[in-house]
């Protein structure tokens, strides 16, 4: 079982590129999420989708969008990065039970510089 | 505003001792899940415990045990025989938010001594 497969595991780019995190799970979760984490800030949620067609809007979501077209794929787009975006980048799914969640299985991270 | 905190952002143990973290959070829900993870170097973030609200029995898995007090909204986590590999930042996360969302504390540093 594969799990959750983020990628790319680093990346560099320079003020104003596009790019797009990809992430896919294939234990059939309806609720994906992507967190960044910056030194001193614990995650902090960027978006978050309950199901396929559905997304919103978590506490840092700027500059950053996301679609949800299947169950299994979850891509973060950065629009026009900026150095302020330099962070490690998460994604995340998990069985809904309704109104609770169980636990969230993480991908391994990605590392991004903005210069 | 649901919030999570963890009192020792730093802390340091001897090989083989105990020690515990501790986490107070904030919620107004009634059903949820609590979780404590563990983030090595290698920057995996690996789920340590799980614990349900509704159970009043203590999660124990293999050396982690946690010590859940539902009404002062408090879920600690107990490490017994500490191990080098052990050495991590511990993150406290009750999947208590709106819309089912975790909510993060800021993390404990651990570091195991030999």
């Known amino acids: 079982n594969a799990g959750v497969t983020q990628t790319p595991k680093f990346q560099v780019l320079k003020t104003g590129q596009s790019m797009t995190l990809q992430c896919a799970q294939d234990m059939n979760h309806e609720y994906m999420s992507w967190y960044r984490q910056d030194p001193g800030m614990g995650l902090r949620l960027i978006h978050y989708?309950?199901?396929?067609?559905?997304?919103d809007q978590g506490e840092v979501p700027n500059g950053y969008n996301v679609s949800r077209s299947t169950t299994e794929d979850f891509p973060l787009r950065l629009l026009s990065a900026a150095p302020s975006q330099t962070s490690v980048y998460f994604c995340?799914?998990?069985?809904?039970?309704?109104?609770?969640?169980?636990?969230?299985?993480f991908g391994q991270g990605t590392r991004l510089t903005v210069v | 505003a649901q919030t999570v905190t963890q009192s020792q952002p730093e802390m340091s143990v001897q090989e083989a001792e105990t020690v515990t973290l501790s986490c107070t959070y904030d919620?107004?829900?009634?059903?949820?899940?609590l979780f404590w993870y563990k983030q090595p170097p290698s920057r995996q973030m690996i789920l340590v415990i799980r614990q349900e609200a509704y159970k009043q029995q203590n999660a124990t898995e293999n050396r982690f045990s946690v010590n859940f007090q539902k009404a002062a909204k408090s879920f600690s986590l107990k490490i017994s025989d500490s191990q080098l590999g052990d050495t991590a930042m511990y993150f406290c996360?009750?999947?208590?938010?709106?819309?089912?969302?975790?909510?993060w504390g800021l993390g404990t540093s651990l570091a195991v001594n030999p």
């Open positions: 995340a799914s998990s069985y809904g039970t309704g109104t609770v969640n169980t636990e969230a299985f």
């Open positions: 989708s309950v199901g396929a067609g559905i997304t």
């Open positions: 919620t107004s829900e009634n059903n949820y899940y």
């Open positions: 996360a009750p999947n208590a938010g709106n819309n089912r969302k975790l909510i």
